[in-house]
Every structure is written in structure tokens, then in C-alpha cells.
């Protein structure tokens, strides 16, 4: 192949390792417009809440062993301990769903709402949270991430892969990937300051993400570079 794609330097490290030639990091893009700060609704946050003071914590993403639901679902049981009224709010579907499910018991501050076809409502979800808590180090990319951070929504995440290479200073907490300690004092230092400002410390990475304009527009220029040879 005259260019191997990867969405992240995590991924293009490992591939080099490997021994894989020519490789080369072009992250994905988000759509414009679509995922931002604005998009926040209190009417779909109180609808997610059902009535609990929060704060709303969401985790996006496909219900499969290697995205460690497990560290997710276990620090937001101790997270809860903290704050009383928290929900978890968790988006996707996999082949894990009913394990995860019987995992977790009849808790009620635990909403596991499915794959959202509606992109829409979607970004409305995502920036109507009060943080995202992330417990995959093995994304290649992480699009749920991105559209998270795009929307506006504080992120904690596994220090390694696509995730943390998004994470920005200003709106995330690192961890070490699998230490559920680590990622519930994560947590719990971005919850202690006052939504409003954690807010506004997100919109700047918000407007940071790269778009899939911008994507594109990258990728054709690299695939004109080599056919052009």
C-alpha cells in the first residue's frame, strides 16, 4: 500500500511497531453545526434526569467487553455514593447489553437508552450532559468522544488511545486506563466546579474539533500527493 489511514497517533505508533510501513494519522472529523455547546436543552436534561437533581453523567458507545463498561458502570456506583441524585445516561448497543443489564441490577439512577439513530437529538443529548465518563484505552479514534467534546461536554477518559489524544487540558480528566479509583477522584475533580464554568472552559475545545469538511479535504490532498508520483 502506498498509505495506510489511522484515525490516531496511538494507532499509528502500534501499526508502526508492528512493523506496518507508511503509515499515516488523519483524524476523523465531526459534523459541522451539528454537535455544539448550543444545542443544549434543559428540557431534554430534566427528561434524562426524571426528576433527580444530578448531575447527569453520560457514556457513549458500543456495548462490547474491550470498551470496559466494567470500570464505567463501577465508578459510577461510587460516584453516586459521592453525589446522590446523580444518573448515568448510557448511548449505544452491542452484543454486551444483556450482560451488562443483569450487571447492573434494578438500579434506577442507570439509563441505558440504546443506539440514538437521531443525530439531532443526539447533539441535544450530548450537550445537555454534565460530563462524559469513558472507559475504553483502546479507541482507534473515538467518534463518540469527539461529538461529545464538539457538544460542549466535559470529558474523563483512559490516558491512552484516540480518547485521551482528544482529551483537551481545559475540560478533561485523565486516568489510568482500568483504575477505577483514579477515574472516580477524575470525575469528582471536574464535578466540584460549578457547571457554568466547566461549561465555558469546554466551548473553546468545542470549536477545536476538526470537522469532516476538514477531514476530507486533508485526505484528498494526501491521495493527490501520491497519485501524482
Known sequence: ??????????????????????????????????????RRSEARRHELLAGAPGPLILAIGRLAVE????????????????????????????????????????????????????????????????????GCPFETFGLGVAEAIASGLPLVSPDVGGAAEQAPPESAALYPAGDVDACVAAALRLLTIPGDQLRARAAGPARRVVSTGDHFAGLFARYAELLAR
Not at 444483556?98 to 450537550?127: I, K, N, Q, S, Y
Open 1 to 38: 500500500c502506498a498509505m495506510t489511514v489511522v484515525g490516531s497517533r496511538w494507532q499509528r505508533d502500534k501499526l508502526l511497531a508492528h512493523g506496518v510501513e507508511r503509515v499515516e494519522h488523519h483524524p476523523f472529523g465531526i459534523e459541522p453545526g451539528r454537535f455544539a455547546p448550543e
Open 67 to 134: 470498551k470496559r463498561w466494567d470500570v464505567v458502570f463501577d465508578a459510577f456506583a461510587r460516584i453516586a455514593e459521592r453525589l446522590p441524585g446523580a444518573v448515568l445516561v448510557v448511548l449505544g448497543d452491542g452484543p454486551e447489553r444483556h450482560a451488562l443489564e443483569a450487571r447492573l441490577g434494578p438500579r434506577g439512577d442507570v439509563r441505558m437508552v440504546g443506539f440514538e439513530r437521531d443525530r439531532d437529538r443526539l447533539a441535544v443529548t450530548l450537550a445537555s450532559g454534565d460530563l462524559l465518563l469513558h
